[in-house]
Structures are given as structure tokens and as C-alpha cells.
């Protein structure tokens, strides 16, 4: 699945944390949820998924939209490609993709950045007050680091 490049670290991609996009995981989500639809038709299903995350991601993530991303600590400094729970506009884009049916979930795909996701920490994150001045806050609920940064889709 795509992710994210911050403008604040280039060459990094920050990827949608415990969020499977992959045409397989679709495709079986699609067969799981109806016994009825072919092989064939689960495969379309899943390209038209593909398609709306496409446009949903364009959409919310454009370049220099104003992003909350929980990492784990020090992975931003150190990684390429490092799993995330991405915030913007008060939305969680994680959580938003599984409940549009264009990601299943997948705890194994997230590590401690995931409770951003689901906890009473993540509920807290998502009602913090927009105005930040901090570049970077941490958290001790969690071994993760909040950054309020800009996005560029990937």
C-alpha cells in the first residue's frame, strides 16, 4: 500500500500502520464478505477499491496538507519506510481507509503506533487542539513520537 513522503523528511515514506492495501487482501476481504461474487468479480471490486483510496488519499492528503503522524521513536531520524498513524483534519486516514473498504486491518502491519489507532490515547491525539507550535510533541502513554507535519501522497 502507498504512503506518505513529509516535505520535512524526504526519502522517507511513512506507509498507513496496521492498513493492508494489497490487491490479495482486498480481493479476499471482497470474497469474504460474499459468498456469491466470483473470483472475477472480487478482482474488480478490488481494483475499484484501489481507485477510490486513490482519489479518497488525493483528496485528504494533498500536497501541503497539515498532517498528525504517531511513529515509533526515533524511526522518523533513522528509517525509509516507517509505519505511521496519519491524522489530518481531525480524521484518522488509518482508521478512515479500513472503514471505507479500501484497507483491511492488519495488527501484524502496526507496532505501538497502532494504539494512536484504536486506544483511549488515540481518542486523546484526535481531539488535541489543532493549533500546535511544536514541530514535534512526544507522548509517554505510548514509545511513539507525534509530528504536525506537511504531506506530499506518494
Same mark, same amino acid.
Given at each position: 500500500? +502507498? =504512503?506518505?513522503?513529509?516535505?520535512?523528511? *524526504?526519502?522517507?515514506? $511513512?506507509? $498507513?500502520?496496521?492498513?493492508? %492495501?494489497?490487491? #490479495?487482501?482486498?480481493? #479476499?476481504? #471482497?470474497?469474504?464478505?460474499?459468498?456469491?461474487?466470483t473470483k472475477a468479480q472480487a478482482a474488480k @471490486?478490488? @481494483?475499484? !477499491?484501489?481507485? %477510490?483510496?486513490?482519489?479518497?488519499? =488525493?483528496?485528504?492528503l494533498s500536497k501541503g496538507t497539515h498532517i498528525?503522524?504517531?511513529?515509533?521513536?526515533?524511526?522518523? %531520524?533513522?528509517?525509509?519506510?516507517?509505519? #505511521?498513524?496519519?491524522?489530518?483534519?481531525?480524521?484518522?486516514?488509518?482508521?478512515?481507509?479500513?472503514? /471505507?473498504?479500501?484497507?483491511? $486491518?492488519?495488527?501484524?502491519?502496526?507496532?505501538?503506533?497502532?494504539?494512536?489507532?484504536? =486506544?483511549?490515547? =488515540? /481518542?486523546?491525539?484526535?481531539?488535541? *487542539?489543532?493549533?500546535? +507550535?511544536?514541530?514535534?510533541?512526544?507522548? !509517554?502513554?505510548? *514509545?511513539?513520537?507525534?509530528?504536525?507535519?506537511?504531506?506530499? *501522497?506518494?
Amino acid at each position: 500500500m +502507498s =504512503g506518505v513522503e513529509l516535505n520535512e523528511y *524526504p526519502g522517507r515514506t $511513512f506507509h $498507513f500502520s496496521s492498513v493492508s %492495501g494489497s490487491m #490479495a487482501e482486498l480481493t #479476499a476481504e #471482497a470474497l469474504g464478505s460474499n459468498n456469491r461474487m466470483t473470483k472475477a468479480q472480487a478482482a474488480k @471490486d478490488a @481494483d475499484q !477499491r484501489t481507485a %477510490g483510496r486513490a482519489l479518497y488519499l =488525493g483528496k485528504v492528503l494533498s500536497k501541503g496538507t497539515h498532517i498528525k503522524a504517531v511513529v515509533p521513536r526515533g524511526s522518523a %531520524g533513522s528509517e525509509e519506510d516507517i509505519q #505511521a498513524v496519519i491524522s489530518a483534519d481531525g480524521d484518522n486516514i488509518n482508521r478512515e481507509l479500513i472503514n /471505507r473498504g479500501y484497507g483491511v $486491518f492488519r495488527t501484524d502491519l502496526g507496532g505501538a503506533e497502532q494504539q494512536a489507532m484504536h =486506544g483511549s490515547s =488515540g /481518542r486523546h491525539w484526535e481531539s488535541t *487542539p489543532r493549533q500546535c +507550535s511544536s514541530k514535534e510533541i512526544r507522548t !509517554r502513554s505510548i *514509545p511513539c513520537a507525534m509530528y504536525l507535519l506537511s504531506s506530499t *501522497p506518494r
